[in-house]
């Protein structure tokens, strides 16, 4: 069997925004007021009245060339079980080096240690054998997929084998891990 390699999808068609991905990582990671790991963003297309909107929630990509990772001067950005993109709080210095690296505006300053803070994939949760994250339990409408990509039966793969996809900033080299279905 082939290592893990974690992914997330999000449903275009069926994500309707309400935020409750946002507030489930909020209260599972206790991150303070005004910060969080993952949020939702609205793109309007077209020309008034023919108009698309297209809700997506976002956070951390977990890119397999992550420059995050390759930026950081004291190694606490790094890649963990599964391809998870990870920050060491014992290793972080707050030096900011991987905010500024993120094409995804993924990360922020956590103010109450000083250290770097993002979407871990719930990597808490995968590692006591739980296969969901926060955000995915929580979605009414079931728009987040996430799992092991080299498991063929996972939900993740065999959405991304039905369904069409995209990745945000293609072009930024980084071979991002989280998708988002048309």
């Not at 309007?44 to 977990?62: K, Q, V």
């Amino acid at each position: 069997m082939s290592a893990k390699r974690y992914a997330m999808a999000v449903d275009t068609r069926t994500c309707v925004g309400c935020t409750a991905c946002v507030i489930a990582c909020k209260t599972e990671n206790d991150l303070p007021d005004g910060y969080a790991r993952n949020w939702i963003t609205e793109i309007a297309t077209g020309t008034f009245p023919s108009l698309d909107l297209t809700i997506r929630s976002e956070r951390c990509n977990h890119c397999d060339d992550a420059p995050c990772v390759a930026v950081c001067p004291t190694g606490a950005s790094w890649i963990g079980p599964g391809g998870i993109v990870l920050v060491d709080p014992d290793k972080c210095t707050g030096c900011k080096a991987c905010i500024a690296a993120c094409p995804y505006d993924a990360r922020f300053v956590d103010p109450r240690t000083g250290t770097v803070d993002k979407c871990t994939f719930c990597v808490h949760r995968v590692e006591n054998g739980t296969p969901t994250t926060a955000c995915q339990d929580i979605c009414p409408t079931e728009s987040i997929h996430f799992g092991d990509l080299n498991d063929s039966d996972s939900d993740i793969a065999r959405v991304l084998r039905t369904r069409e996809h995209y990745t945000l900033l293609p072009d930024a080299g980084t071979t991002p891990r989280h998708y988002y279905l048309k």
